[in-house]
C-alpha cells in the first residue's frame, strides 16, 4: 500500500519569508500524481498545487513551486513570500491513477508569523 | 466552476435522531466522495460513487448510508450514530477519467455533533 509521510508536524515562517514543507512517499507504481492541499481554519480543503509524476518539470502555481524527486520519492512544497494568509494545515497526497484513492500525509500545520 | 456545495454547516443530533448530509457538484465530474475528518487529521475516506453507483465501502457502519441521487447530488443519511462519530464530513468529487490528474475537490463539510 502507498504511504505518504510528512515528518514536521508544525513549521513556522515570518511573513515574506519562505518555507519548505517536506513530504515523502513510498509506491512500487512509475506513473501516478502528487497533490499538496491547504487547509485554513475556516477548513475547506483548497488544492494548492499538482505533479504528474511523468513530468520532469516541477510544478508552479503563483508563490508555491514544488521540488519533485522520483528517485527519492520526495514531494516538497515551498512557499515563497509568506503571507497571513497561508497559515493553514498542509497535507501531501499521492493518487495512483485509475481505481486508486487519494492517500494524505498527516499534515503539516504551518504558523506564519507578522 | 470549482465548487462542491454541502448542507447543512452545522448538524447537532442526538443518538436516536435521524438526519441526512447534502453534497452538490456542478462541475461534471463523475466520481464523488465521502470523507470523515478528525482535528488536526488527514481526512479518512467512508465511500466513493464513481458514474452513480458505490464504488466504495471502507467497512464504514452501517448507521452512516450513502445515497447518489444523480451524478451531481451526494447524501450521507445517519441514524443512531455514537459520540465518536462527532467530526467533520468532508464531501470531495472528480473527474475520475484518464488524462486527468484525478484532483479531488473539496467542499467546506459539515461539522457534525452527537450528543
Known amino acids: 500500500a502507498q504511504t505518504v509521510t510528512q515528518s514536521q508536524p508544525e513549521m513556522s515562517v515570518q511573513e515574506a519569508e519562505t518555507v519548505t514543507l517536506s513530504c515523502t512517499y513510498d509506491t512500487s507504481e512509475s506513473d501516478y500524481y502528487l497533490f499538496w492541499y491547504k487547509q485554513p481554519p475556516s477548513r475547506q480543503m483548497i488544492l494548492v498545487i499538482r505533479?504528474?509524476?511523468?513530468?520532469?518539470q516541477n510544478a508552479t502555481e503563483n508563490r508555491f513551486s514544488v521540488n519533485f524527486q522520483k528517485a527519492a520519492k520526495s514531494f516538497s512544497l515551498k512557499i515563497s513570500d509568506s503571507q497571513l494568509g497561508d497559515a493553514a494545515m498542509y497535507f501531501c497526497?499521492?493518487?495512483?491513477?485509475?481505481?486508486?484513492?487519494?492517500?494524505f500525509g498527516e499534515g503539516t500545520q504551518l504558523t506564519v508569523n507578522p | 466552476d470549482t465548487e462542491v456545495t454541502q448542507t447543512p454547516k452545522h448538524l447537532v443530533m442526538g443518538m436516536t435522531n435521524k438526519k441526512s448530509l447534502k453534497c452538490e457538484q456542478h462541475?461534471?465530474?463523475?466520481?464523488m466522495y465521502w470523507y470523515k475528518q478528525k482535528a488536526k487529521k488527514p481526512p479518512e475516506l467512508m465511500f466513493v460513487y464513481s458514474y452513480e453507483k458505490l464504488s466504495i465501502n471502507e467497512s464504514v457502519p452501517s448507521r452512516f448510508s450513502p445515497e447518489c441521487p444523480n451524478s451531481s447530488l451526494l447524501n450521507l443519511h445517519l441514524h443512531a450514530l455514537q459520540p465518536e462519530d462527532s467530526a467533520l464530513y468532508l464531501c470531495?468529487?472528480?473527474?475520475?477519467?484518464?488524462?486527468?490528474?484525478?484532483?479531488?475537490?473539496f467542499g467546506p463539510g459539515t461539522r457534525l455533533t452527537v450528543t
Open positions: 462541475m461534471g465530474h463523475r466520481a
Open positions: 497526497a499521492y493518487h495512483g491513477g485509475s481505481g486508486s484513492r487519494l492517500t
Open positions: 470531495a468529487s472528480s473527474q475520475e477519467a484518464s488524462g486527468t490528474s484525478y484532483e479531488q475537490y
Open positions: 505533479q504528474e509524476a511523468y513530468k520532469q
